[in-house]
T-cell receptor
Framework: SQTIHQWPATLVQPVGSPLSLECTVE??????LYWYRQAAGRGLQLLFY??????ISSEVPQNLSASRPQDRQFILSSKKLLLSDSGFYLC???????????????FGPGTRLTVL | DQQVKQNSPSLSVQEGRISILNCDYT??????FLWYKKYPAEGPTFLIS?????DKNEDGRFTVFLNKSAKHLSLHIVPSQPGDSAVYFC?????????????FGKGTKLTVNP
């Protein structure tokens, strides 16, 4: 079966500091990978998605970036965090290996980021 | 422009009764629809989906209905249980259009009272 991991679970960072959040998927190959953010009281905002190694599509302009160095690894980064970057960050995957459509996305447990 | 809308931010029902969560969409290219359930501080959990070639899909206590002409779908939970209390997100994608993305609504918070 497939599992998706995110770490860290919680993070408190000062404004201006760098950020690196990691997501890995097990049990599938060549998944589509996604980064979302849920701000307090808001819906899910798609930040980045990737259909393969080194292929990143950005949905919204911001001071965040994403990279996919390996097939099942997706990293969200920032060189300098802003207060507005606080939120709940979710990684998701879609693809083969489940009984549902390959378009169904499965989410990780999330990372709570607080920028002070 | 919000392509997927969940107009009710919250819903409260009594245990054992039916919960009906609604979702409207504007993009006629959408052909695959999903419902997710989310507890606080956790990732969303996939519940049920429906393709546009169907008008109903059922899985245990959960049934999703799709009305393509009205661009409307709904999730029915029968009977509702206190553990169903969570935020429910509707999502849609345009698979035939080659999109790899889901478009999410803003969610409806369901509270099931014992």
């Amino acid at each position: 079966s497939q599992t998706i991991h995110q770490w860290p679970a919680t993070l408190v960072q000062p404004v201006g500091s760098p950020l690196s959040l990691e997501c890995t998927v097990e049990g599938t190959s060549n998944p589509n990978l996604y980064w979302y953010r849920q701000a307090a009281g808001r819906g899910l905002q798609l930040l980045f998605y990737s259909v393969g190694i080194g292929q990143i599509s950005s949905e919204v302009p911001q001071n965040l970036s994403a990279s996919r160095p390996q097939d099942r690894q997706f990293i969200l980064s920032s060189k300098k965090l802003l207060l507005s970057d606080s939120g709940f960050y979710l990684c998701a995957w879609s693809g083969f290996g489940t009984k549902s459509s390959t378009d169904t996305q499965y989410f990780g447990p999330g990372t709570r980021l607080t920028v002070l | 422009d919000q392509q997927v809308k969940q107009n009710s931010p919250s819903l409260s029902v009594q245990e054992g009764r039916i919960s009906i969560l609604n979702c409207d969409y504007t993009n006629s290219m959408f052909d695959y629809f999903l419902w997710y359930k989310k507890y606080p501080a956790e990732g969303p959990t996939f519940l049920i989906s429906i393709s546009s070639i169907k008008d109903k899909n059922e899985d245990g206590r959960f049934t999703v209905f799709l009305n393509k002409s009205a661009k409307h779908l709904s999730l029915h939970i029968v009977p509702s249980q206190p553990g169903d209390s969570a935020v429910y997100f509707c999502a849609a994608s345009a698979r035939q259009g080659g999109s790899e993305k889901l478009v999410f609504g803003k969610g409806t918070k369901l509270t099931v009272n014992p």
